[in-house]
């Protein structure tokens, strides 16, 4: 995993998330961040979770009788590993939409010696099986 916040190169351990509050503005200044890794290297747990929450969409969309997310209709629920492969950008839009918890857990499991605090995820994208996430970050304050 590559890690950069104000285009400078930070070793992940030091980055968590900001979990109450995600995605709201802040007082802090915020620097932008990207995040590279190559979509082989996600935690199996994540892969796990990604998987239930097709499973449990395939479910809702069956009891409801209509699909919230016509794309995994369509690809008859896949699993997401599959995702990844042949709709690269419907597996981007997940993560953005409904996994991204899951997703930062799984990449920043520690919350020790924290540095920088991701505060939001601006844009996803999934090219060539590299995971490429951009928002912002700020700077961690112990209080």
């Given at each position: 995993m590559i890690f950069k916040s104000a285009?400078?190169?930070?070793?992940?351990?030091?980055?968590?998330?900001?979990?109450?509050?995600?995605?709201?503005?802040?007082?802090?200044?915020?620097?932008?961040?990207?995040?590279?890794?190559?979509?082989?290297?996600?935690?199996?747990?994540?892969?796990?979770?990604?998987?239930?929450?097709?499973?449990?969409?395939?479910?809702?969309?069956?009891?409801?009788?209509?699909?919230?997310?016509?794309?995994?209709?369509?690809?008859?629920?896949?699993?997401?590993s599959n995702l990844i492969k042949n709709a690269p950008d419907l597996a981007a839009s997940l993560i953005k939409d409904y996994l991204y918890f899951d997703l930062l857990d799984s990449l920043f499991p520690t919350s020790k010696n924290l540095k920088i605090v991701i505060n939001n995820i601006k844009n996803i994208k999934i090219i060539d099986s590299n995971l490429v996430i951009n928002g912002e970050t700020f700077p961690y304050l112990n209080m």
């Amino acid at each position: 995993m590559i890690f950069k916040s104000a285009g400078q190169a930070i070793n992940p351990s030091i980055v968590g998330y900001r979990s109450l509050g995600f995605g709201e503005d802040t007082t802090f200044e915020t620097v932008e961040f990207e995040l590279t890794t190559n979509t082989q290297e996600l935690a199996m747990d994540f892969f796990r979770r990604a998987d239930s929450f097709i499973a449990q969409c395939k479910i809702d969309d069956e009891q409801q009788g209509y699909a919230d997310i016509q794309g995994l209709k369509e690809l008859c629920y896949p699993n997401f590993s599959n995702l990844i492969k042949n709709a690269p950008d419907l597996a981007a839009s997940l993560i953005k939409d409904y996994l991204y918890f899951d997703l930062l857990d799984s990449l920043f499991p520690t919350s020790k010696n924290l540095k920088i605090v991701i505060n939001n995820i601006k844009n996803i994208k999934i090219i060539d099986s590299n995971l490429v996430i951009n928002g912002e970050t700020f700077p961690y304050l112990n209080m």
